[in-house]
């Protein structure tokens, strides 16, 4: 397993580190995005879904709604996910995250169904440093691969 830390001071670090998120992304990979609410998680999934498609102005809306929220980019299939409002871990099977084997897999409050850490290749965690100014973030790949 790698781990990185790394410190972003802005918008723009938050996006430029999406794209290097997505250059390291294959097909069938499971990412989970762990913060508070409003640490960035869905900022970071916009920038790496914007990268595999290739269109900066791609909308890409949060998924807390619809829960899942599906994207074909380019010859890869990308699903953005949201369990914030999951009532149970076993729900997690209606959503349809894994019935392709191909698609990456973005998925937000991943907490909210502890079983995913086990299979993710991701492990994603933004942090609210004290005083609120940027974002600390450590990515675990189980894999050993370079983000």
């Known amino acids: 397993m790698t781990t990185v830390s790394i410190f972003l001071p802005d918008d723009a670090a938050t996006a430029a580190l999406g794209r290097r ?8 990979d499971l ?3 762990s913060g508070d609410l409003g640490a960035g998680k869905t900022a970071l999934a916009r920038s790496v879904i914007r990268t595999l498609a290739g ?4 909308d ?3 998924p807390s709604f619809a829960l899942v929220q599906p994207y074909e980019t380019g ?3 990308v699903l953005h996910a949201d369990l914030y409002r999951l009532a149970s871990e076993r729900e997690i099977d209606e959503l349809g995250l894994f019935d392709r084997s191909d ?3 973005l998925v937000e409050w991943p907490e909210r169904a ?15 440093p004290k005083g609120g100014e940027g974002r600390s973030v450590t990515i675990e790949a189980r ?3 370079a983000v």
């Open 21 to 28: 998120l997505a250059a390291a992304l294959r097909p069938g």
């Open 31 to 33: 990412v989970l995005l």
């Open 55 to 58: 269109d900066q102005d791609l």
């Open 60 to 62: 890409v809306p949060s």
């Open 75 to 77: 010859g890869n299939s």
């Open 103 to 105: 698609a990456v897999v």
């Open 114 to 128: 502890p079983g995913l850490r086990g299979k993710a290749d991701l492990v994603v965690e933004i942090v609210i």
């Open 143 to 145: 894999d050993g691969r």
